[in-house]
């Protein structure tokens, strides 16, 4: 079936200019996280979903960062007044939760957000 | 302290010969799962392995097999028999408690597979 997938794969923004990044999580899986990867901070969690809920926001590093997932599904990350230390590459991962039993992330391809 | 540690930033194994990647990590939650992700230059990140904190057997998959030693706080992945395409970043990662938290990743070990 179809994997996580990510929308746009590559965002260059001017700073201070607000971005959207799309995630399409797997079919079925209710969990919804995204991840940021930048060459000084390896990869830092920002926010997790389940279903329409964010039950733990506590990586998201500003104000200036928010999401929403709607209909248990898809998932918009948004940037408002990008900075430059915001480049980075955005990951999305989802995952299916069922009982006790501890399941694996999937990975999208990532967004590359650049901003000049 | 670091929750998950990778102490090898690179590694070079020879075609066919096996390699092991260092992973400790540090919880006092008692239920944890360990997890093994595989990165290629494209940049995806792939799921290769797990070992759940309860688990009393060693995971496998393919040429993947995860070392377990909960009382040292490791948990090591070893490829046999390396392949050209397992050259990429490895990285471990652990996720604590509740059945869909985050993960927490390590640094990571660049792998190069040579000739």
């Known amino acids: 079936g179809a994997g996580v997938s990510q929308s746009p794969s590559n965002k260059v923004t001017e700073k201070g200019k607000d971005v959207e990044l799309r995630c399409d999580p797997i079919s079925g899986h209710t969990a919804l996280y995204w991840y940021r990867q930048s060459l000084g901070q390896g990869l830092e969690f920002l926010i997790y979903?389940?279903?329409?809920?964010?039950?733990?926001k506590s990586g998201l590093p500003s104000d200036r960062f928010s999401a929403e997932r709607t209909g248990g599904s898809v998932s918009t990350l948004t940037i408002q007044r990008t900075q430059q230390e915001d480049s980075a590459v955005y990951l999305c991962?989802?995952?299916?939760?069922?009982?006790?039993?501890?399941?694996?992330?999937?990975f999208g391809p990532g967004t590359r957000l650049t901003v000049t | 302290a670091q929750k998950i540690t990778q102490t090898q930033p690179g590694m070079f194994v020879q075609e066919k010969e096996a390699v092991t990647l260092d992973c400790t990590y540090d919880?006092?939650?008692?239920?944890?799962?360990l997890f093994w992700y595989k990165q290629p230059s494209s940049g995806e990140m792939i799921f290769l392995i797990y070992?759940?904190?309860?688990?009393?057997q060693n995971a496998t998959e393919g040429r993947y097999s995860l070392n377990f030693q909960k009382a040292r706080k490791s948990a090591n992945l070893v490829i046999s028999a390396s392949q050209l395409g397992d050259s990429a970043m490895y990285f471990c990662a652990m996720r604590e408690g509740g059945t869909a938290s985050k993960l927490t990743f390590g640094t990571g070990t660049r792998l190069q597979v040579t000739l």
């Open positions: 919880t006092s939650d008692p239920s944890y799962g």
């Open positions: 979903f389940q279903g329409n809920s964010a039950p733990d």
């Open positions: 991962a989802s995952s299916l939760v069922s009982g006790g039993a501890l399941y694996e992330q999937y």
């Open positions: 070992q759940g904190s309860y688990d009393q």
